[in-house]
């Protein structure tokens, strides 16, 4: 049981380049998550899902766009990068009717340049 | 959902317990209080929640006040370890919420 699986770990990206963060889970859950963490910052909400063929916008979805056609994956695309989107990415994943309790991937970090 | 207030930071002497306060004063009837901790770099991981009544697990105990307008979580002997960001979060329990993490009290276990 992997629990939450992001790649890449670590990316290097020039601005105007496009790229996907994938994320898997292989607990069933029902509920994904991408959000964004700054230095320093809290986290940030940018996109939800709360089952296959279902994605909501969350506080700060501008500059990606996510998917999701199975329940196992959730993957972020950002488009046009740009250095604001330089971030540390994390998706998670709960089961079910929605708890607040959140299983956690390793994060990607992001480098705009 | 209900905003929370936490301190910006904490500092704690390792054995000793660790009581982190959060203050939630707008928390409705069917709002939870959720607690979590980042380790540097690490993805955030889920500590405890509660309603009404004071819960523990393995990790942690949740103190929650009768008009349930403040919490305070323990770590009861702090180790190196639990140095970390602790977020304090109130959410409802319904399908298509998703949580919301403020900036969360930073823990420094020192030895």
């Known amino acids: 049981n992997a629990g939450v699986t992001q790649t890449p770990k670590f990316r290097i990206l020039k601005i105007g380049q496009s790229m996907t963060l994938q994320c898997t889970q292989d607990?069933?859950?029902?509920?994904m998550y991408w959000y964004r963490q700054d230095p320093g910052m809290g986290l940030k909400l940018i996109y939800y899902?709360?089952?296959?063929?279902?994605?909501d916008k969350g506080e700060v979805p501008n500059g990606y766009n996510v998917s999701r056609s199975t329940t196992e994956d959730f993957p972020l695309r950002l488009e046009l990068a740009a250095p604001s989107q330089t971030s540390v990415y994390f998706c998670?994943?709960?089961?079910?009717?929605?708890?607040?309790?959140?299983?956690f991937g390793e994060g990607s970090r992001l480098t705009v340049l | 959902d209900a905003k929370t207030t936490q301190p910006p930071s904490m500092d704690c002497a390792e054995g000793r317990a660790a009581n982190l306060p959060c203050n939630h004063s707008?928390?409705?009837?069917?709002?939870?209080v959720y607690w979590y901790r980042q380790i540097h770099s690490q993805g955030p991981q889920y500590i405890i929640h509660?309603?009404?009544n004071n819960e523990t697990n393995e990790m942690a105990s949740l103190i929650i006040t009768e008009d349930r307008k403040s919490s305070t979580l323990i770590l009861p002997h702090a180790t190196l370890r639990d140095t970390a960001v602790y977020y304090c979060?109130?959410?409802?329990?319904?399908?298509?919420?998703?949580?919301?993490f403020g900036k969360g009290t930073t823990l420094s276990v020192s030895s």
């Open positions: 998670a994943s709960s089961y079910g009717l929605y708890t607040g309790e959140l299983f």
């Open positions: 607990m069933n859950h029902n509920y």
């Open positions: 899902s709360v089952g296959a063929g279902i994605t």
């Open positions: 707008t928390i409705s009837g069917n709002e939870y």
């Open positions: 509660g309603l009404k």
């Open positions: 979060i109130v959410i409802q329990s319904q399908a298509g919420t998703a949580l919301i």
